[in-house]
């Protein structure tokens, strides 16, 4: 499968961006649709994670109640919607996949896409 996610960008703090992924082939409802990210000199770090079938959804504290991870089934996407952005946010956020809730959550998932720039100005 091939995950590829868009829509980063420049966001001054306190502002607003919407990442998608689409995937190449259908997402079965087993999968488990994540969010990681990583900054410059920094190890890589989980976001967010859905499931495909039940679509329950878990945060890192860092983005708890600020970002929320979502769904298209038909689309065969994820989206992540980050608010109330901060300069510490900044990384290259990539989707993730994988059938194993704890790969996901520990940004240990088995497939990753390419990712997308996210840069938060102070």
């Known amino acids: 499968v091939q995950l590829q996610a868009s829509g980063g960008g420049l966001v001054q703090a306190g502002g607003s961006l919407r990442l998608s992924c689409a995937a190449s082939?259908?997402?079965?409802?087993?999968?488990?649709m994540g969010w990681v990210r990583q900054a410059p000199g920094k190890e890589r770090e989980f976001v967010a994670a859905i499931r495909w079938g039940v679509g329950s959804t878990y945060y890192a504290d860092s983005v708890k109640g600020r970002f929320t991870i979502s769904k298209d089934n038909a689309e065969n996407t994820v989206y992540l919607q980050m608010d109330s952005l901060k300069p510490e946010d900044s990384a290259i956020y990539y989707c993730?996949?994988?059938?194993?809730?704890?790969?996901?959550?520990?940004?240990?998932?088995?497939?990753r896409g390419q990712g997308t720039l996210v840069t938060v100005s102070s």
């Open positions: 082939t259908r997402i079965f409802s087993s999968a488990v």
């Open positions: 993730t996949k994988d059938h194993d809730w704890g790969k996901v959550v520990t940004a240990k998932a088995t497939y």
